[in-house]
């Protein structure tokens, strides 16, 4: 079956630490993107990317790295200059815009600062 | 930039009625919105795209409108049921950086049987 895979479901992080969350799919989508989002609120874009070897910042990308090194893996690193890094991370791809078919989104990471 | 107001408060109503949800937008109208399901713990699925020159767009039981001059979307389930209890979320693409789109906060609704 086609999906999104996003790895691990819980990831504990000490202060200073980089932490890095898995997303692979394989529905062929060109288009990936990462969200985050707090409790109670709505997703927040941090980046997205439309083709292999490109990407692109989105509204709160300050503390966040990517790469899109493959069509299929698009990995998010939560560096230490994130200040409030606590938060359910959501990857999701589309093909072209998701205007068609919307996003197909993976299962999440909780991530969580002890 | 965008802005989307959703129903402030969550919704409970009784298995069998319809509910309704509200998705407001500022600024300019998008060229389409859509709505997705998310459940506690699990990402958002995708419903129902509805474009700026549909006025309503119906799936099962599910009913989804579009006001270009109000700057507002409804959301319908009619004959609801205990297992529609979920957060819906609308979205709207950002302007004409196609692929970025925003998202509301939500309306978390609650079916009682």
Known sequence: ???????????????????????????????????????????????????????????IAEGYSVS????????????SA??????????ASSTGTGE?????FGSGTRLTVV | ????????EALNIQEGKTATLTCNYTNYSPAYLQWYR????????FLLLIRENEKEKRKER??????TT??????HITASQPADSATYLCALPQGTNAGKSTFGDGTTLTVKP
């Open chain 1, 1 to 59: 079956d086609g999906g999104i895979t996003q790895s691990p479901k819980y990831l504990f992080r000490k202060e200073g630490q980089n932490v890095t969350l898995s997303c692979e799919q394989n529905l062929n989508h060109d288009a990936m993107y990462w969200y985050r989002q707090d409790p109670g609120q709505g997703l927040r874009l941090i980046y997205y990317s439309q083709i292999v070897n490109d990407f692109q910042k989105g509204d």
């Open chain 1, 68 to 79: 899109r090194e493959k069509k299929e893996s698009f990995p998010l690193t939560v560096t």
């Open chain 1, 82 to 91: 994130q200040k409030n890094p606590t938060a359910f991370y959501l990857c």
């Open chain 1, 100 to 104: 068609h078919y919307g996003y197909t």
């Open chain 2, 1 to 8: 930039s965008q802005k989307i107001e959703q129903n402030s």
């Open chain 2, 38 to 45: 998310q459940d506690p713990g699990r990402g958002p699925v």
């Open chain 2, 62 to 67: 599910l009913k989804v409108t579009f006001d």
């Open chain 2, 70 to 75: 109000l700057k507002q979307s409804l959301f």
